[in-house]
């Protein structure tokens, strides 16, 4: 149900005009998604996009060890500096939708 009801799944669904009813099954869930969606094309969006949200998921966590490990590295002159970037970053390509903007990667580094 994660790819369904975590805030970049609820983002990417919303975007691309799906919704759906997570009170129902996941068969009874797809089914009315695929009726609301009303186009042939709909299996083909829903498994991009289920690809698209796992490689993003994957990426940002890697991203984000990676940062912290060098964080962790960095001297105390580049530290601010590079922590001052990454706040700046998530302004500018978000990788948290609907707002969500972690400014110290320190507490966010391996969620």
């Not at 799944?9 to 919704?19: A, G, H, K, P």
């Not at 698209?52 to 990676?66: D, G, L, N, P, S």
Request: aromatic letters at 18%.
């Amino acid at each position: 149900m994660h790819l369904f009801t975590c805030s970049l799944s609820r983002w990417c669904w919303t975007f691309l005009n799906i919704q759906w009813d997570t009170s129902l099954d996941i068969m009874e869930m797809i089914v009315q998604s695929t009726r609301s969606f009303a186009s042939r094309i709909f299996r083909e969006i829903v498994i991009v996009t289920v690809w698209a949200i796992w490689t993003h998921r994957k990426w940002k966590h890697i991203f984000k060890e990676e940062f912290s490990l060098l964080l962790h590295r960095a001297n105390s002159s580049l530290k601010l500096e590079l922590e001052s970037w990454f706040c700046n970053f998530h302004l500018t390509f978000p990788l948290f939708p609907l707002g969500l903007r972690p400014c110290n990667i320190k507490y966010y580094a391996f969620i």
